[in-house]
């Protein structure tokens, strides 16, 4: 089973309101080092902007983690 680790520090409010291209790799990389920190396997997200640049980011600086949509999680659990 898959169990949920809240990196409780952020709120996607926070992140996003109309502009996406505010995201900077500031903000991606403490995402991506809280995840690690907390010993996540996987980043679930639901914003495809969001999934994107924190792929960027994670294969950038070479990290064990991978990043996945909700939609994509969920899909592999039931086995499609």
Known sequence: ??????????????????????????MVDRIVKLAVDKGADFIVVTE????????????????????RHIVDLIAATLGF
């Open 1 to 26: 089973g898959l169990e949920l680790i809240q990196l409780g520090e952020f709120d996607v409010d926070t992140f996003f309101s109309n502009d996406y291209a505010a995201i900077s790799a500031e």
């Open 48 to 67: 495809p902007s969001l999934l994107l640049h924190i792929r960027a980011r994670i294969s950038k600086t070479q990290q064990k983690i991978k990043c």
